[in-house]
């Protein structure tokens, strides 16, 4: 096992999704998949992000970081709202464009 | 597709198996291959079908496994799509939904910004279309 456990659980998972649902910069909507929920991202009807929070009793969200681009300490402030989500799509934009 | 043959050396759930031949470990249900992992490359695994949800696929998915805690991470990096699971298969498994959920999300949407269509032709270069039933 690896000895360092992730900061983000479940609870900061949630955080996350009523953030980008209560922003009004945004649309956000939230709709179940077969195991996730698949939370989508728009403005001005264009999709700019989405990613699946797992819906499991298990507490580990760590993957989440990965899937908003950011670190986990930014995930973290980012869901105890010290970082905006019009300040995470910059960042968003800027690594995709990275990955793309 | 080309799978690995080898012995039965245990059982991941009651209609499950793994087997193992030349460094290659392939989980099976029933005679489905689900995904291979090569023991040579311990932090990599591909997902080599994706029958269970009625797909195609063109060519087999690489993944990625990291290990945090006790979660298991498991990411197609080409597309950075991630979910975590409290094993291996239940990571890999979890990522195979997410993956096939995606598709489907990002297939249907009309104003794709630039990394969501990024995204969606990734995952057309391994995700064909539905099969259709005999």
Redesign the interface.
């Known amino acids: 096992m690896g000895k360092k456990q992730s900061l983000i659980k479940q609870k900061e998972a949630r955080e996350i999704a009523d953030k980008l649902e209560k922003d009004s910069s945004v649309q956000t909507s939230i709709r179940t998949g077969r195991g996730h929920d698949i939370v989508t991202v728009r403005r001005d009807t264009e999709l700019l992000a989405t990613f699946g929070i797992r819906r499991s009793k298990s507490e580990g969200h760590g993957y989440i970081p990965k899937s908003m681009h950011l670190s986990e300490r930014q995930t973290l402030d980012f869901a105890r709202c010290s970082i905006t989500v019009t300040e995470w799509l910059n960042v968003y934009h800027k690594r995709s464009q990275s990955h793309a | 597709m080309n799978m690995p043959v080898g012995t039965i050396w245990a059982y991941a759930g009651a209609t499950e198996a793994v087997s193992i031949n030349h460094g290659l470990v392939a989980v099976f249900r029933y005679s489905t291959p689900l995904f291979v992992s090569d023991t040579r490359k311990p932090n990599t695994m591909a997902i080599v079908s994706l029958d269970e949800f009625g797909y195609e696929l063109k060519q087999t998915i690489p993944v990625v496994i990291?290990?945090?805690?006790?979660?298991f991470?498991?990411?197609f990096q080409e597309a950075?799509?991630?979910?975590?699971?409290?094993s291996v298969l239940d990571a890999v498994r979890?990522l195979k939904?997410?993956l096939?959920?995606?598709f489907e999300?990002?297939s249907n949407?009309?104003?794709?910004?630039?990394?969501?269509r990024?995204?969606l032709a990734s995952l057309r270069r391994y995700i064909g279309e539905k099969a259709k039933p005999d």
């Open positions: 990291e290990v945090l805690g006790d979660e991470i498991a990411e950075s799509i991630a979910t975590s699971g409290s979890s939904s997410l096939i959920d995606l999300v990002l949407e009309t104003r794709l910004g630039p990394y969501p990024a995204q």
